[in-house]
């Protein structure tokens, strides 16, 4: 079976959105795709971040000058990410500065992945479980 383009992106929302771009970069692998910088000084209005594997997340500040949509709060994220390199993201992110949430490990029905939460307390769980 062959996956179409994802057309699912889920979003966060940040209190400081230029620090957890880096840190989504440096910890995790993303690629900054795309940033609309809002009014303030380092506001964030929108962001596309692309997942190397496919697939991607956006993102944006939690307080927001300009845009007619709320943002949600910050830190009340949890995101599943496939990857082939569940080993080498878990030191990775460890390595920046990610705080552990579930230790790398295998699980019954076939995955390997872990579960860390981000600088303002998203939880990122990355694993090789692609769904049924």
Known sequence: MSTPAPTCWPCL??????????????AFGFKEHLVVPGEADGEVVHCEMVWPEGGGVMLGSAVRSVGEV???????GSIYVV???????????LAHGAVEIRGLRDEDYGSRGF???????????FGTYRGA
């Not at 209190?15 to 440096?26: G, H, K, N, Y």
């Not at 709320?70 to 009340?76: D, N």
């Not at 579960?115 to 769980?125: C, F, I, K, Q």
């Open 70 to 76: 709320e943002a949600t709060k910050a830190g009340a």
């Open 13 to 26: 929302s940040y209190q400081d959105a230029p620090t957890a771009i880096r840190f989504l970069v440096e």
């Open 115 to 125: 579960t860390v939460a981000d600088p303002e307390g998203n939880r990122w769980s």
């Open 83 to 93: 990857t082939d390199r569940p080993d080498e993201l878990h030191a990775q992110s």
